[in-house]
């Protein structure tokens, strides 16, 4: 039996992403939005009139192929030279201004998507390129430079992430595309750590959960995110702070996701602390390996303080360092490093957590001194198998989630009072079934109830059981218990971005959809590099406000980031209806339809849990409008 090929071609490959966007979205949000889109608008012009293909937008970046890799060179420069041009007569902190990467390699294409190792190198080198500028991969410069009169700047090998060997990178010099000589040196200097998750992966991602993960919001702990503008001056009212991902200084890469536990750890500690103002995951997370730049770090955040660190895991050997920054003087204010046992990782994770909040000088209540360094386990081989049932789970796909339930059920039986692997047991069967990963759909759904249900006997105190206990309840219908139970998972965490999210999303299907929207951004101000999802559960508010055009922008905004997600079409589809928009809104379900033929109203009515039946009716009359059919 002959073994399925995936179809493989050569192809140019081309990857932008607009520099500073997070700064140029805290300075004018609703600006920022209308020059980002219609500078994609642009580029997509200048790449289709140059015979490329545009594959797909992750917020602020765009990713195409062409059969010819003169074509995406000068598609490159004919984009940055644009730029360049419209930028003449705006002021600098206001500019759009792109970093391209281009590689040529083998790449596997289906249905307009596009995969492979080429495409990840990609991205890399995207990340590495001078803001304006054009950097290329060693086979796009054997390719073309002996068919182009440009000269081009060697910036040596370049080991970058996943990809075993290194990558020669070249950037591509041109008088108009406004890069100078230092900018390339300091580009070359400052720049070699900082790779960027690929888009592609993120677009990865979103294929393998498109259509049902809108209705998962917020708990998408892997994807890229984009800045939305703060809604308030935290630094002043409490000292902030992130956790950036401690780096993995172990021989084994595998065991990242054992580092990556441990500052996750920490997070989560210290967001129990009322008197700090912590950085949800999502957000200081994006910073994996790149260049530590304090300062705009702690511009793009908003913060006072960030943690940086490394793990090194040596059999049974451990050692971990810590340091605590101040971000306006850029100092050390604390910094330990511990050699140790496995088995004492616990007391090392409580140790970093005490000096951390001695040095921050935060004063604790009698509760949150019990709760600071409460442990939901003291099993050292249970907590391991945790974190990497949890990294299996992080990959949100069925071979991942399969993965991930074996796992948390091993750290079950090795503690069976382990709350937590219980909670992300039953969040595994939720995925099942709210994704359809599974022939029964509704026996998983029971096993994530009873599993839930284990989780709240063994530990009342956790907030993570408390908030996907409410998810559940929210699909069964139980309203009123779903908001109960994540209120109080926000009680045991105030600082945890997820929970006040999914508080929003389950006030919405509650019939509050006012609350929800003060809500959501609370969330978004623990979380200021968020997901397009919590954008999904505010347009959601405005929508059943019927504040429409609002409605419209947000899902507008959502969908430019993920165009896979056909939940959120539908809400926009049914938005633009309601404002009267009947063109595009026929556009939206025409998109839709494309790629799911079957798709009808009753369908979607089948899977949002309204409380409110107006609710329900008042989508299904906008998708009515907007041509989708009823059944």
Not at 48 to 61: A, F, H, L, P
Not at 239 to 254: G, Q
Not at 375 to 390: I, Q
Request: hydrophobic share 40%.
């Amino acid at each position: 039996m002959q073994s399925h090929q995936a179809p493989r071609q050569l192809a140019a490959i081309l990857m932008a992403d607009i520099a500073g966007f997070s700064r140029l979205t805290q300075q004018d949000e609703d600006e920022t939005y209308i020059n980002v889109r219609k500078s994609l608008k642009a580029f997509t012009k200048i790449i289709e009139n140059k015979g490329g293909d545009v594959i797909g937008y992750q917020g602020d970046s765009v990713f195409a192929v062409f059969n010819s890799a003169r074509d995406a060179l000068f598609s490159a420069i004919e984009a940055q030279q644009h730029f360049n041009k419209e930028n003449e007569s705006i002021p600098d902190d206001k500019k759009i201004q792109f970093r391209i990467g281009l590689n040529l390699g083998d790449v596997i294409q289906e249905n307009n998507h596009v995969f492979g190792d080429d495409v990840n190198i990609t991205s890399r080198i995207e990340s590495l390129a001078p803001v304006g500028g054009i950097s290329i991969s060693g086979s796009f410069y054997d390719a073309i430079s002996s068919k182009v009169s440009h000269e081009f700047l060697f910036r040596g090998e370049q080991q970058v992430k996943n990809i075993s060997s290194p990558v020669r990178i070249y950037d591509v010099i041109d008088e108009k595309l406004n890069v100078t000589t230092e900018q390339k040196v300091m580009t070359s200097s400052s720049r070699l750590a900082n790779w960027k998750l690929g888009i592609v992966i993120a677009v990865v991602l979103i294929i393998a959960t498109a259509g049902i993960y809108h209705f998962l919001p917020f708990l998408d702990r892997t994807s890229e995110t984009t800045p939305v503008a703060q809604s308030e001056n935290h630094t002043a009212q409490k000292p902030t702070i992130a956790i950036l991902p401690f780096s993995n200084l172990s021989n084994d890469p595998e065991q990242v996701y054992f580092s990556d536990g441990i500052s996750e750890d920490l997070i989560t500690y210290l967001s129990k602390v009322s008197g700090l103002f912590v950085i949800a995951r999502a957000s200081s997370f994006r910073y994996r390996e790149k260049a530590l730049d304090i300062k705009a770090i702690g511009k793009e955040l908003n913060i006072n303080y960030l943690v940086t660190g490394s793990v090194r895991k040596l059999g049974t050997v451990i050692r971990i360092s810590a340091q605590l920054l101040d971000i306006s003087s850029g100092e050390q204010v604390w910094g330990e490093r511990y050699d140790a046992h496995i088995d004492e990782i616990f007391t090392l994770q409580d140790e970093v957590l005490k000096k951390i909040v001695g040095a921050l000088e935060v004063n604790l209540t009698d509760k949150e001194q019990a709760h600071l360094t409460e442990r939901f386990t003291n099993s050292v081989e249970a907590y391991d198998l945790f974190l990497k049932g949890r990294r299996q789970f992080d990959r949100v796909s069925a071979v991942g989630n399969q993965a991930s339930k074996v796992l948390f059920e091993q750290a079950i039986k090795a503690d069976p009072n382990f709350a937590d692997a219980y909670a992300y047991l039953a969040w595994s069967y939720g995925r099942d079934y709210l994704f359809e990963w599974v022939s029964d759909p509704e026996a998983a759904l029971k096993n994530a109830n009873d599993l839930i249900q284990t989780a709240m006997e063994r530990n009342s105190r956790s907030n993570v059981v408390y908030m996907i206990y409410g998810l559940i309840r929210v699909y069964q219908g139980q309203h009123t218990e779903a908001v109960s139970a994540v209120e109080k998972a926000i009680s045991l965490n105030p600082n945890h971005a997820d929970s006040h999210a999914m508080l929003a999303f389950v006030l919405n299907y509650s019939g509050m959809p006012e609350k929800s929207s003060e809500v959501i951004r609370t969330a978004m101000n623990l979380n200021p590099l968020h997901s397009y999802l919590y954008l999904n559960v505010l347009g959601q508010s405005q929508f059943l406000r019927k504040r429409y055009e609002e409605a419209v922008k947000s899902f507008s905004e959502s969908t430019m980031r993920n165009p896979e997600d056909n939940q959120i079409r539908m809400w926009l589809a049914a938005s633009y209806a309601l404002m009267g928009n009947i063109e595009e809104a026929e556009w939206q379900v025409l998109e839709t339809l494309t790629q799911r033929p079957e798709y009808t109203i009753q369908d979607l009515s089948e899977r949002v849990p309204f409380k409110n039946p107006n609710h329900l009716d008042l989508l299904s009359m906008g998708l009515k409008r907007a041509g989708l059919p009823e059944k």
